[in-house]
């Protein structure tokens, strides 16, 4: 069962979505190392979701909704500092890209990863 539902979560996890344009975001603006950690991110987070579709998660969401809106208040929180974030660049990226031409390198694995993993866990 295991194995299904990891698959199911892969499959979905490749349908274009807030990961998808993430990672993306991460490829191009940092590189391809800092990418593939975001994509490995998002990956590993798929095991958190499988691990508490096997555990039975939801018959707990089911007894305590508080803990359902809980998830959904921080996971939309999450995609609004990670969108304020995206337009707040877009002015420091054109103003760096009239003084430089090279690849941004001030962020460096640990935090593709860590965003990758937080932006799917939520």
């Given at each position: 069962?295991?194995?299904?539902?990891?698959?199911?979560?892969?499959?979905?996890?490749?349908?274009?979505?807030p990961d998808f344009f993430l990672v993306?975001?991460?490829?191009?603006?940092?590189?391809?190392?800092?990418?593939?950690?975001?994509?490995?991110?998002?990956?590993?987070?798929?095991?958190?979701?499988?691990?508490?579709?096997?555990?039975?998660?939801?018959?707990?969401?089911?007894?305590?909704?508080?803990?359902?809106?809980?998830?959904?208040?921080?996971?939309?929180?999450?995609?609004?500092?990670?969108?304020?974030?995206?337009?707040?660049?877009?002015?420091?990226?054109?103003?760096?890209?009239?003084?430089?031409?090279?690849?941004?390198?001030?962020k460096n694995v640990k935090q593709g990863?860590?965003?990758?993993?937080?932006?799917?866990?939520?």
């Amino acid at each position: 069962m295991f194995i299904e539902i990891f698959l199911i979560g892969i499959l979905s996890g490749l349908s274009p979505g807030p990961d998808f344009f993430l990672v993306m975001k991460n490829s191009l603006g940092f590189g391809r190392r800092i990418g593939i950690a975001t994509a490995l991110g998002v990956a590993s987070a798929l095991f958190v979701h499988v691990t508490y579709t096997i555990l039975g998660f939801t018959y707990i969401i089911e007894k305590f909704p508080s803990i359902f809106i809980a998830i959904k208040v921080a996971g939309s929180l999450y995609l609004l500092w990670l969108g304020f974030h995206a337009i707040r660049s877009v002015k420091q990226n054109k103003e760096q890209a009239e003084n430089e031409l090279k690849i941004n390198t001030d962020k460096n694995v640990k935090q593709g990863f860590r965003e990758g993993f937080i932006c799917n866990v939520l």
